[in-house]
């Protein structure tokens, strides 16, 4: 008798347990998310203004509370917390609530970057783009054969778009004393500086500072995210950079610094200087002075942000304020007299031109380019974003790096764990 009540009890429970847990399911508030259909994807290639399907992912970019949210949940850099929920749903084909912003990747490169490049797409798709389909310009100076356009149109889940860069952005100007350059470049080639008798490097710095975000083609999108061949990314990026930028208000990225080869660019701080006094109206209040310079703007200390990864707004380059100032270092002619990158001239634009909290330091990204790796130092969030790189190899910390800098100027707080990272 007690025996079949107990029975009878036992039926009970599962059967309400059922119940319970059906209407847990069916009401729960969280939907699921469509699997999208091979024709979302092909007409996400064909048709530049697709609209993405709303999922229910719960990655920064589909806050439902809006922008307050997202100002909460952007990756702060410094905290163990994850800038993303783990947002499993994100790495599995969902496309994001809110759709794309007006941006694009760039890429610079040759023909023969074909397989290096290849790589890079293949490492931004796997991660990150084959949730969101952005578009891809790639530039060059010559034109792309279609062997070129043929495969990485196939690796781009986006829209691809080939441009042949115009003469004049990939030229000597008028005003530069050829032999002077040549000499400068022989000199340099004695004194084995690295691409110090190269040419088409010289060219490639300069047009990187000054007109790669005003050809035609980068001039339909507000912001970029620049790719070079050969490069790697660790973690699932479960977020839209290009909407924690927007969201957050900011104009410039990065996720490696560090010191320039001081021999490259003697006198690009006087040419900086030199606009400083010239425009006072474009220099900003709260800028990262104190990250470029020791002496309050006497010398430069060579900190520069690694350009090789950028997600910047295109708008900001292509405002006076950074066209007086690249028109006044390339006036001086230091891209041909020197061999000034296009690293430190974008850094110290950014340095001066930006508040300093338009500039974001995007932990969250794991990056490779050789020789330098950054690797978050929290170990949650590796494995939350099933990162590959090794804690050790992160260079944040170490001596030659200025992301230390950089989190002191922010008042930043360092993740834990970061003093064994040091060497
Ligand atoms: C994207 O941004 C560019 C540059 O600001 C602008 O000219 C273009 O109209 C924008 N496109 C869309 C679809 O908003
Ligand atoms: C939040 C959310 O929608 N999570 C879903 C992510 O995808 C897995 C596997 O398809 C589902 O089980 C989760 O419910």
Redesign the pocket.
């Known amino acids: 008798m007690a025996g079949s009540t107990r029975i009878i009890r036992y039926v009970l429970f599962a059967f309400f347990g059922i119940i319970i847990l059906f209407f847990i399911t069916s009401s729960s508030s969280?939907?699921?998310?469509p699997i999208p259909d091979s024709s979302i994807f092909k007409g996400a290639k064909g048709n530049k203004n697709h609209n993405d399907p709303s999922?229910?992912?719960?990655s920064p970019s589909s806050a439902s509370s809006g922008e307050q949210r997202l100002v909460d949940e952007r990756p702060a850099p410094g905290s163990a917390a994850p800038a993303a929920a783990p947002?499993?749903?994100v790495t599995?084909g969902?496309v994001p609530a809110t759709g794309r912003l007006n941006a694009t990747f760039v890429t610079l490169a040759r023909n023969s970057d074909l397989w290096d490049i290849a790589d890079s797409i293949r490492q931004v798709e796997d991660r990150f783009n084959r949730n969101y389909h952005y578009d891809w310009v790639f530039l060059n100076d010559r034109e792309f054969d279609d062997d070129f356009k043929k495969v990485t149109t196939a690796l781009v889940s986006g829209k691809t778009h080939y441009g042949t860069i115009a003469k004049e952005h990939w030229s000597f100007p008028d005003f530069i004393d050829q032999d002077k350059a040549k000499a400068v470049r022989e000199d340099m080639a004695e004194r084995k500086i690295i691409y110090g008798d190269s040419i088409s490097y010289r060219h490639m710095c300069r047009f990187e500072s000054g007109f790669f975000f005003r050809q035609p083609l980068m001039q339909n999108y507000e912001w970029y995210w620049r790719v070079e061949p050969s490069v790697k990314l660790y973690c699932d990026i479960g977020f839209d950079p290009f909407r924690v930028m927007a969201e957050n208000k900011k104009k410039y990225s990065f996720v490696i610094s560090l010191y320039e080869y001081a021999e490259t660019i003697p006198t690009i701080w006087d040419s900086a200087k030199k606009f400083m006094k010239q425009y006072p109206e474009h220099i900003a209040e709260g800028n990262s002075m104190k990250w470029l310079s020791d002496d309050n703007g006497e010398s430069y200390n060579h900190c520069h942000f690694w350009s090789n990864f950028e997600v910047g707004n295109l708008n900001w380059l292509r405002s006076d304020a950074y066209i007086d100032f690249f028109e006044t270092l390339d006036r001086d002619g230091g891209f041909f007299y020197e061999r000034w990158g296009d690293a430190p001239v974008h850094s110290i634009a950014a340095g001066l031109l930006l508040k300093k909290e338009e500039i974001q330091f995007f932990d969250d990204i794991a990056y490779w380019h050789v020789p330098f790796t950054h690797c978050p130092t929290s170990e949650k969030k590796r494995l939350e974003n099933k990162c590959a790189c090794n804690p050790k190899d992160n260079f944040d910390w170490k001596g030659y790096s200025c992301t230390t800098r950089w989190f002191d100027m922010m008042g930043m707080e360092k993740p834990a764990g970061y003093q064994d990272q040091k060497d």
């Open positions: 969280i939907p699921k998310p999922s229910g992912h719960t947002a499993s749903n599995m969902a």
